[in-house]
């Protein structure tokens, strides 16, 4: 049998771009676009100050942008500090079988190519097809207990696999030069789930785009690695992986069919935890069909399948990034405001009174029963399986209930274009840019990909 690391170098570096579909490419643009808005809103985040401070500090000089801000860097820093904006805010991609948020780990590693040399649309979506595909199958060989029982962060150690792969496809680096790539990323892949409700889960998108970068830069500059680096009996499957890792579904059938298409990627309507959207949308549902508002509730249920809350650690949280990985805010806060956004998770937000002293109000139970029989078997985190649902108590004893299947901006309910539309502008009058130059920024991206040369992209999506 071929070389695993070999066979997969051989998939990034010449699986045609013919073999990519029309609507392949159109749903990858979806994703550029929606990371992009994601990327540029974690110039408004808090973890925003230190890392620009960080870059400063760091000395590194460059001409690669920081999106959102008005900072040029080295490839590496904005790699850095682009990565982990797009994950800052909880508001990026979501592949259920990773499970990650590859995306923004791809897409700052490339921002670096975009602003080393003239880079079209159709290139980066090229490249960010199949740097998508290997951090997919990634995820989906080495299991989900990568991230559920070894607890590492998939978007740090496999997202940066793909960040890896593109920027080889990108730079056009040879089977050779795409397994060496690999080679180096694997000794660097890193990122705990323990940093949950922390900045420095953001961090580990951000670092492994940096890793990326410089894997791929030493290679350029010669360094090399082992060439059987995924398979070798102290290679990267054994030392990340478990029993139930498959390596050989890192390239069996791989693109057939693009893991894109199927099972797709989810574009977050709710700036928050993935696992928590179908129940504040069941909860948003109930509140307008009945006119409720939080004082006529006595309770709130939230039942959803096994292994639903093994990311929402947070009952009782007291602060905004806690908040993005607590059940009982975000469905509180739904019923409290009527509505999730950016705004919901200000610390400020988190501690007011009356949803401090009103958390007791939710209640949140695993139930076998919710995933209709599909089970783990199918591969998929909880969230994407089954159904959550949500029944609320009133104060004069009606029991209302309301269940979901697909939230909102998963595959069978996509995000339309004028609601990717509207989240960019939310992020970008986020970061800080005027309505004038959301608006200018908004018309290049969303035709980006009919760009030959992208650089116009990065600079309208900068602070001035």
């Known amino acids: 049998m071929k070389p695993i690391t070999r066979s997969l170098a051989e998939f990034i570096v010449g699986?045609?771009?013919?073999?990519?579909?029309?609507?392949?490419?159109?749903?990858?643009?979806r994703i550029i676009i929606d990371t992009f808005a994601a990327i540029i809103s974690g110039a408004g985040g808090e973890a925003?100050?230190?890392?620009?401070?960080?870059?400063?500090?760091?000395?590194?000089?460059?001409?690669?942008?920081?999106?959102?801000?008005?900072?040029?860097?080295?490839?590496?820093?904005?790699?850095?500090?682009?990565?982990?904006?797009?994950h800052a805010l909880e508001f990026d991609d979501v592949f259920s079988m990773m499970p990650g948020h590859p995306a923004a780990v791809i897409l700052a590693a490339l921002i670096g190519e975009i602003a080393r040399r003239p880079v079209s649309g159709a290139e980066l979506t090229d490249a960010f097809i199949v740097g998508y595909e290997v951090a997919a199958r990634m995820g989906i060989a080495i299991s989900l207990e990568h991230h559920r029982v070894r607890g590492f962060h998939a978007t740090g150690t496999l997202g940066g696999m793909?960040?890896?792969?593109?920027?080889?496809?990108?730079?056009?680096?040879?089977?050779?030069?795409a397994a060496q790539t690999l080679a180096i990323y694997s000794s660097f892949a890193s990122g705990l789930l323990g940093q949950t409700g922390s900045e420095m889960k953001a961090f580990h998108s951000g670092w492994a785009a940096r890793n990326a970068t410089a894997a791929a830069d030493l290679v350029a500059s010669g360094l090399r690695g082992a060439e059987d680096i995924l398979e070798a009996p102290r290679g990267f499957f054994n030392a990340y992986g478990t029993a139930n890792s498959r390596i050989e579904r890192l390239t069996e059938n791989i693109a057939d069919p693009w893991a894109m298409s199927s099972p797709g990627v989810s574009l977050k309507k709710y700036p928050c935890c993935f696992a928590a959207h179908r129940g504040i949308e069941a909860t948003l549902i109930l509140r307008e069909r009945?006119?409720?508002?939080?004082?006529?509730?006595?309770g709130i249920e939230c039942r959803l399948p096994p292994k639903g809350l093994v990311n929402m650690?947070?009952?009782?949280?007291?602060t905004g990034l806690q908040a993005k990985f607590s059940m009982e805010y975000c469905f509180?806060?739904?019923?409290?405001?009527?509505?999730?956004?950016?705004?919901?998770?200000?610390?400020?937000?988190?501690?007011?009174?009356?949803a401090q002293s009103n958390l007791r109000l939710v209640t949140c139970h695993e139930d076998p029963a919710c995933e209709e029989?599909?089970?783990?078997?199918?591969?998929?985190?909880?969230?994407?399986?089954?159904?959550?649902?949500?029944?609320?108590t009133t104060r004069d004893g009606a029991r209302l209930e309301e269940r979901v299947a697909k939230a909102p901006g998963t595959p069978a309910r996509p995000l339309s274009r004028a609601e990717l539309g509207a989240k960019f502008e939310i992020c970008a009058r986020y970061a800080g840019l005027t309505e004038a130059a959301t608006r200018a920024?908004?018309?290049?991206?969303?035709?980006?990909?009919?760009?030959?040369?992208?650089?116009?992209?990065?600079?309208?999506?900068?602070?001035?």
């Open 313 to 318: 650690v947070y009952s009782r949280p007291r």
């Open 373 to 392: 029989g599909i089970g783990e078997a199918s591969g998929e985190i909880s969230g994407a399986r089954g159904y959550t649902q949500i029944a609320i």
């Open 441 to 464: 920024a908004g018309i290049e991206l969303f035709a980006c990909n009919e760009s030959k040369d992208l650089s116009g992209l990065l600079r309208s999506l900068r602070r001035a």
């Open 332 to 354: 509180l806060a739904a019923m409290l405001d009527g509505e999730i956004t950016l705004a919901s998770f200000a610390d400020a937000a988190v501690l007011r009174e009356v």
């Open 48 to 86: 925003a100050p230190a890392l620009l401070d960080y870059a400063r500090m760091s000395g590194a000089a460059g001409k690669v942008p920081v999106l959102g801000t008005s900072l040029m860097t080295s490839p590496e820093i904005a790699a850095m500090i682009n990565g982990a904006f797009g």
């Open 15 to 29: 699986s045609p771009a013919s073999a990519q579909p029309p609507e392949l490419r159109a749903e990858a643009n």
């Open 162 to 177: 793909g960040a890896a792969a593109a920027l080889a496809r990108l730079r056009r680096s040879g089977v050779e030069g």
């Open 290 to 298: 009945h006119g409720l508002r939080l004082a006529d509730v006595a």
